[in-house]
């Protein structure tokens, strides 16, 4: 993932407006920051990530020293991200289920791989995350509901 700090954000010019910065944040930096977010299995940890990255970038667009004791509503709030506007977690989540729904529809090997749970026994430790289980847990439906519905793209749709 790459870290906004590499990102040039537009808050040095004061004469560009706060809609002008939003719109190229909404363009430029979140999908880059967001890229190949499809294939990652999320964890609490990169979460937080992703959610510290976003404030970070709201932060330097509207000059908040990290020193000022602001809550990260109050600069929701500033920005004028509305209640329907989704957040870099929230998108990363539907490009995810949007792409799954993509891979369900199709025949070939994509499809086969994602519903493979493989042979043989696995590593001591902790059992890895697998994307199918990230699937389930998002979306709350079986294999079988998550085949019926991938199929009528519009349901897909309407889900994710």
């Not at 010019?13 to 930096?29: E, G, M, P, W, Y």
């Not at 509305?82 to 799954?100: N, T």
Request: hydrophobic share 35%; aromatic share 6%.
């Amino acid at each position: 993932m790459l870290w906004p700090r590499l990102i040039y954000t537009p808050r040095h010019d004061k004469h560009v407006s706060l809609q002008t910065k939003t719109r190229i944040a909404n363009a430029l930096i979140f999908p880059v920051i967001l890229y190949g977010c499809e294939t990652w299995t999320r964890s609490i940890a990169m979460e937080k990530k992703i959610d510290a990255s976003e404030m970070w970038i709201w932060r330097r667009m509207l000059r908040v020293s990290w020193t000022e004791k602001r809550t990260n509503e109050s600069i929701l709030r500033a920005i004028g991200r509305a209640r329907g506007d989704l957040s870099l977690r929230q998108r990363a989540a539907k490009q995810k289920m949007m792409f799954f729904g993509h891979v369900m529809r199709a025949d070939g090997m994509e499809k086969d791989m994602m519903m493979d749970c493989g042979e043989g026994r696995r590593k001591r430790g902790r059992t890895r995350k697998r994307k199918m289980e990230e699937v389930h847990t998002m979306s709350g439906m079986s294999l079988e509901e998550l085949r019926d519905s991938t199929e009528d793209r519009d349901l897909w749709r309407t889900l994710t």
